[in-house]
């Protein structure tokens, strides 16, 4: 092969390799050229596969930025299975929905999950710090699933996300929808708690790149789990998700997209503990009064008037 055609392919593979990382298992490409790769002389070569587990993870060549593909949705007309936007990172990829599965088959994915997470060391540092991966709990068939940013020091001693007295208070909101803990799910982005090298207590934002490095274990939570309903719970929450950092005062809400579900941004717990004002309160309500319509709750006339002013 040419020099140039070398240079393309590792190039290509490099770019697949990426979005794989961020949790992206498929990419669409459209007739045309989907027709090019028809072409023997690209036959020979594997190129037809659409799927990012074709990629070889050897060919690590650095790409520059401006010549990385641009992937574009596919055409109404081209044969993709079920395709949904997935927004991440400001770009739109059109991504096939996996068949839902046998009740008995998604425990047992499930379960794989749990353990490729708990043995997980991609973070050094982190594995070495933490006490226990806090993997998230509750109903894996909920139709509500809740996102925080990431363990703090309750959380990795009890192996639980939001069990300190910001997940007390979560709790709390959840029964006033009307709803049990149990009932929902409730994870983070990050898996362990980000490490505080040289601090006795506190917590620390994670980087994007820990964010980055643990955030498929969630993508697939949500593909198994298939909510109705997002809610990230605080700024860290939403730019992991998201990929914004505007600011979760802006974004807090307005109903926002992620992997095809609808994702409301509101304030996280411990920001309701700093800010004890009745009007802060009353604005993470109204986020989960949409999140209750939403879902398709009743809202009774008390819940409706919780947190306002007689």
Known sequence: MAAGYEELLEATIQHLDELKGRGVRFVSVSPEALSALANPKFQKFGFASQKLESAKPELKKPMPEASKPTLKSAPASFPVESPMALEMRGEKIAVPTSPALSPEAKAAAFADLHQRAMACVKCAHLASSRKNVVFGVGDINAQ?????????????????????????????????????????????????????????????????????????????????IRPKVLVALGGTAVEGLLGKTVGIM???????????????????????????????????????MMVMEKLGMQISEKQRKFFTRP
């Not at 363990?151 to 709390?172: M, R, S, W, Y």
């Not at 700093?274 to 309160?281: D, G, I, T, V």
């Open 144 to 224: 509500l699933m809740l996102v925080g940013e990431a363990p703090g020091a309750d959380e990795d001693i009890q192996g639980e996300p939001f069990v300190g007295k910001a997940g007390q208070l979560l709790t709390k909101i959840i029964e006033t929808m009307g709803l049990k803990r149990g009932s929902v799910y409730i994870a983070n982005i990050l898996k362990c708690r980000p490490d505080t090298p040289g601090q006795a207590s506190g917590n620390r934002k994670p980087t994007p790149e820990e964010m980055q490095t643990c955030i498929p274990f969630l993508h697939e939570q949500i593909d198994l």
């Open 250 to 288: 802006k974004l807090r809400g307005n109903w926002q997209t992620y992997r095809g579900i609808p994702l409301m941004p509101t304030y996280h717990p411990a920001y309701v503990l700093r800010n004890q004002a009745l009007s802060e309160k009353r604005k993470v309500w109204e986020d989960m």
